[in-house]
């Protein structure tokens, strides 16, 4: 398609055109399979208590598309603002832990040649092979023990800790950065920390914005650590907050839709004001 | 001068220190503990624990309903090649000149953002009696009288296809990704020696994107074996759906059997390590440019 067709005989053309439409159906058929799940629930979180008793089924418009009220029931009993609280407390604590650790790291290893270099890389490089998941129920003990559990600190130090990938990243990135910089500053009387602080950190900034994109989308869906380390009620973050709508909510579809809708607004929002930005950070952060 | 040697040894070490201190508190130590724990009978929270040598992976190897949960894997590894399928099949198409490209990336890549406790209860409506896919099945005719989460078969399968739904975005985009980091000129040669958009894919695409290919394949085996959110939140792991680490959290933090929950771990581990040798081992291409 991206050139014009060479051949101006019936029959390329008319295979053409039927690609073009298979093409375009596949592309309208897997959307509306992405979007109408997330479109029924719309339309559940305003639909009234009345309107969902009557069996008119999920796929019906709600008597107003202002009726807001679930919303307003979700946000107050849901305990969302407390959760917001939490989930941006961790997030700003979180990030900015992994955008200094994984840089100074990065700095360290791309910079300096020092004993053991290779050890420590190994180091790094075999922890990644090591998923999340199957440690957790040793490693609670060490959260337990460190006097973190059920504390806001306990998952800020697990994401920061257990965040190779953004060590990848800048590693990959402080490469491009020429060692001629470092030189010249350093004959400028410029310490290693002041060429970390004043050159490196500063020409990092696009590798940063792809760490805080991917960590920041990370913390904010998990589920799995809040989860284990945060049981109490005031201590909910998004997703935990969102799971205890099972309980009380119980089938009160639309609260449970209002409450999902809530959780997912912030994600659509920053989606579409980054959509380049976000992409460019899962190519990048993924295959490393 | 000394003074100056010793601080030059040590300036890279003062940069190490916090993320070599958490790397090791919070990987290695846990992993170390873990191997230690699985050994023993421990409960997790009584300061007495025995020694008991092999028998937590005896009973795992040898408990039907302890090994079975292995089984419901199988349903997620044959979602990840749909998924897989679809991915590379969107990525070839919006590779090329299509209408409303941008549009159809971000509506493929977006559920791959969404909460996965939302996603869960997108689902757990979507599959309700009466919920989104009755209705949508009704509006074709076809009333269903069936529960989609009711038995084991269909709701293993129900769920395997929330995971198609949630991470398809993904690897579509880092296909895409590969793709376009093709050089555009072989697309042109190709077709001027008369190639169509099958043997553009077959020998242009497909060798182009291998090592993201094998990447996803290894990233999809271990998250199969690895699953987790969507089941929890959809059923809590009840009619067959129970997953290894479903299974895993509850015998750690409801059953209190540290030890046993430690052993099944580090079996999910080594398959996970196994999985990733033999993928390295089989595609050596995949350069680790660490150094």
């Known amino acids: 398609m991206t050139t014009p067709a060479t051949t101006t005989t019936a029959t390329p053309v008319l295979r053409r055109r039927v690609a073009r439409t298979l093409t375009y159906l596949s592309l309208v058929g897997a959307s509306a399979v992405v979007l109408l799940p997330l479109l029924v629930v719309v339309l559940t979180s305003l639909k009234t208590e009345r309107q969902m008793a009557d069996d008119s089924g999920a796929l019906t418009l709600p008597d107003s598309f202002l009726n807001l009220g679930n919303y307003a029931t979700a946000f107050r009993d849901g305990e969302m603002l407390t959760a917001f609280g939490n989930t941006a407390f961790i997030l700003f604590f979180a990030i900015t832990g992994t955008v200094l650790i994984g840089s100074m790291a990065a700095y360290a290893i791309d910079r300096f040649a020092f004993r053991f270099r290779k050890p420590v890389v190994a180091l790094f490089l075999v922890a990644t092979l090591v998923p999340g998941v199957t440690t957790q129920v040793a490693t609670f003990q060490i959260v337990d023990s460190l006097g973190m559990f059920d504390t806001l600190w306990a998952p800020i130090a697990l994401y920061m800790g257990t965040d190779i990938v953004s060590i990848y990243i800048f590693l990959q990135f402080m490469r491009s950065i020429p060692v001629s910089l470092d030189e010249s500053a350093r004959l400028d009387g410029a310490n290693a920390f002041t060429i970390y602080r004043k050159v490196i950190f500063p020409l990092l900034k696009p590798a940063i914005a792809t760490v805080v994109i991917v960590k920041g989308i990370t913390v904010y869906n998990d589920f799995y650590i809040p989860f284990l380390y945060l049981p109490s009620d005031d201590r909910g973050v998004i997703s935990t907050s969102l799971f205890r709508f099972k309980g009380p909510f119980g089938a009160h579809w639309e609260t449970i839709s209002a409450g999902a809708i809530l959780v997912v607004l912030p994600t659509l929002i920053a989606f579409l004001l980054l959509q380049r930005f976000i992409y460019n950070g899962f190519t990048r952060g993924a295959t490393k | ?291």
């Open chain 2, 1 to 291: 001068m000394r003074r100056a040697r010793l601080w030059r040894t040590l300036t890279p070490w003062l940069f190490l220190a916090a993320p070599l201190t958490l790397l090791i508190v919070f990987t290695y130590a846990p992993v170390a503990n873990m191997l230690a724990y699985s050994f023993t009978d421990w409960d997790g929270v009584s300061p007495e624990l025995t020694y008991t040598g092999p028998d937590n992976y005896v009973e795992i190897f040898t408990r039907p309903e302890l090994f079975q949960v292995f089984f419901v894997s199988g349903y997620y590894l044959a979602a990840s090649a749909v998924q897989i399928g679809l991915a590379l099949y969107f990525a070839t198409i919006l590779s090329f000149n299509v209408r409303f490209r941008n549009l159809f990336k971000g509506i493929l890549f977006f559920p791959y953002l969404i909460n996965g406790v939302a996603i869960g209860f997108v689902f757990l409506y979507f599959f309700q009696d009466g919920g989104t896919l009755d209705s949508v099945l009704a509006l074709f005719g076809h009333e269903s009288d069936r529960t989609w989460l009711g038995s084991p078969t269909s709701a293993n399968i129900s769920l395997a296809s929330v995971s198609v739904w949630r991470y398809t975005g993904l690897n579509f985009v880092l296909f895409l990704g590969a793709i376009q980091s093709i050089p555009g000129e072989l697309y042109e040669a190709a077709e001027l020696d008369g190639a169509n958009r099958w043997h553009q894919f077959r020998f242009i695409i497909a060798p182009g994107i291998r090592p993201v290919l094998s990447l996803s394949v290894i990233l999809s085996i271990s998250g199969s074996l690895s699953v987790f959110e969507i089941p929890y939140i959809m059923t809590g792991g009840a009619t067959g759906t129970e997953t290894f680490v479903i299974q895993t959290v509850k015998l750690a933090f409801q059953f209190n059997k540290t030890g046993l929950a430690s052993a099944a771990a580090v079996v999910l581990l080594l398959i996970i390590l196994a999985v990733t040798w033999l993928q390295r081992r089989l595609v050596p291409d995949d350069r680790v440019d660490l150094v």
